[in-house]
């Protein structure tokens, strides 16, 4: 089973201030909240996964890297390991007052539980994504 997720976000900033955040892979790691620990080495980085799932009992390294950038619009990445497989997107698209970032998610899990701990948690942790891109780009209320 692939679990898919597809989330869009309208912000009130330019779209460069979008892609600052999103095209930073240390960024992308700290918002997600299963992400215990990182390592990041120019545009990979190895995250350290820790799942609430039975049978798995330490953290899970997913070696990520940046396979398609188009500066300012576009990144795509791909997560690879023994436990599962991921491929996120992200594209920005100037609107009259900011931006809007389409957010793809593809999660294939090789070990039992990780598809269902994705499909019940992928939205979840796309709002954390999102919680975080506020925080660092939108100016206080």
């Known amino acids: 089973m692939t679990v898919r997720v ?10 460069e201030k979008v892609w600052d955040f999103i095209s930073d892979p240390a960024r992308r790691a700290d918002a997600i909240s299963v992400v215990a620990d990182y390592d ?4 990979r980085a190895t995250w350290h996964i820790e799942l609430p799932i039975p049978l ?10 940046d396979v398609t950038r188009e500066d300012s619009r ?5 997560g690879r390991s023994s436990a599962m497989h991921v491929v996120g997107e992200h594209e ?3 609107t009259d007052d ?6 793809r998610f593809v999660v294939d899990g090789r070990l039992p539980g ?3 701990y994705f499909k ?4 979840d942790e796309l709002s954390n994504l999102e919680a975080a891109l506020r925080r660092e780009v939108e100016p206080p209320s």
């Open 74 to 78: 576009y990144v795509k990445f791909v």
């Open 120 to 123: 019940r948690h992928l939205n």
């Open 56 to 65: 798995v009992n330490q953290t899970i390294p997913v070696e990520t890297e």
């Open 40 to 43: 990041v080495e120019g545009d």
């Open 6 to 15: 597809e989330r869009t976000f309208d912000l009130a900033v330019p779209p």
């Open 98 to 103: 900011g931006c809007r970032l389409v957010n």
């Open 114 to 116: 990780i598809e269902r």
């Open 92 to 94: 920005i698209e100037p």
